[in-house]
């Protein structure tokens, strides 16, 4: 399958011939395959060139994505899907959530502002040499196209896309500035958890071939491709690349149990055991900051000490630690 998602090619004129497709003809047992003579020709009389294109990159594009490694599945998802809607960008996005593994603090409502997303991939191609492909982006979803997926139904910006979202704070970040956009939620059991889509612009949108009732269709053709993906090849990475697109979290908005989860989740039990005796300094530690925030009359000071207060008592907390998703220290 072409790769090149985005580059400027004449869909009208240029036939794909269709190996996914055969075609009857009005004799008995008689069936065309492509490379047969007189196949391309019975393909242009029932198939709008566009569409047929797009019907045979998809195709291809899902079996390929069932066989690809699982380090490639998700940048052969975006370009694929960027090549069949020849869109200049492609994004498949995961919403960062208080008990998400790659989230340290809880968000707020997705749509709101602080609220953001990650990125799994995010490919892009102006169709003029620059290309890319980042990985496991954090960027906010406030103030832009994506905030509007908090409705969780398919969201299309046919065009103006700049006079629809006048302030995206992710503007700077790419590459030519888009025109048009199209999202297809994801939902596993019962709840929106991602979305994906593409797009356009100014000049790669003048030149849209298909339909955008066409391009839904195939976009739902993908759910389920895409789905699996995050189901069987598991969820995004903790380390977050530093691109533009970053989410900054205000300190004050980290509670203590927050701020211990996602090294909690991992504690393994060569870990615990050793820890045990920790426990007997913690209790030492927490009478003592006890002792220093009573006598403190320094707000900030007294503030530093009440959160490290806070995180002794996540630690020793046996309720705490279990809503963390650990055994309590206490009970080893």
Request: glycine share 8%; aromatic share 8%; charged share 20%.
């Amino acid at each position: 399958m072409n790769g090149g998602g985005g580059g400027h090619t004449d869909d009208s004129t240029t036939l794909l011939e269709r190996r996914t497709l055969c075609i009857s003809r009005p004799k008995p047992d008689y069936v065309l395959h492509a490379g047969d003579h007189g196949f391309s020709e019975a393909l242009r009389s029932w198939y709008n060139t566009a569409e047929n294109n797009a019907a045979e990159k998809l195709v291809t594009l899902k079996a390929e994505l069932k066989r690809a490694k699982t380090e490639d599945f998700w940048t052969m998802a975006t370009q694929g899907l960027a090549d069949i809607t020849d869109a200049q960008y492609a994004f498949i996005s995961k919403r960062m959530l208080v008990d998400e593994h790659d989230a340290a603090v809880e968000m707020p409502p997705f749509g709101e502002p602080g609220s953001c997303l990650m990125s799994q991939a995010l490919y892009f191609n102006d169709g003029h040499g620059k290309t890319g492909n980042p990985r496991n982006v954090k960027y906010t979803a406030y103030g832009c196209p994506c905030a509007h997926m908090k409705h969780d139904k398919v969201f299309l910006i046919p065009e103006r896309l700049n006079e629809v979202i006048p302030n995206n704070p992710n503007q700077a970040a790419f590459v030519v500035p888009a025109e048009a956009y199209m999202a297809v939620p994801l939902t596993y059991d019962g709840r929106c958890f991602a979305h994906f889509g593409v797009m356009w612009s100014a000049e790669g949108l003048a030149r849209r071939k298909l339909s955008f009732a066409y391009m839904e269709m195939m976009f739902h053709a993908l759910e389920d491709t895409i789905l699996h993906g995050f189901l069987e090849r598991g969820h995004f990475s903790t380390a977050v690349e530093d691109q533009q697109l970053r989410a900054v979290i205000p300190h004050e908005a980290v509670t203590a149990a927050q701020s211990l989860k996602p090294y909690a989740r991992s504690l393994s039990h060569e870990l615990r055991t050793p820890m045990q005796g920790v426990v007997g300094m913690l209790d030492i530690m927490y009478a003592t900051v006890q002792e220093a925030v009573e006598g403190q009359n320094d707000p900030h000071v007294r503030a530093v000490l009440k959160a490290l207060k806070e995180n002794i008592e996540v630690v020793q907390g046996k309720n705490a630690m279990s809503q963390l998703g650990v055994i309590p220290l206490t009970s080893l």
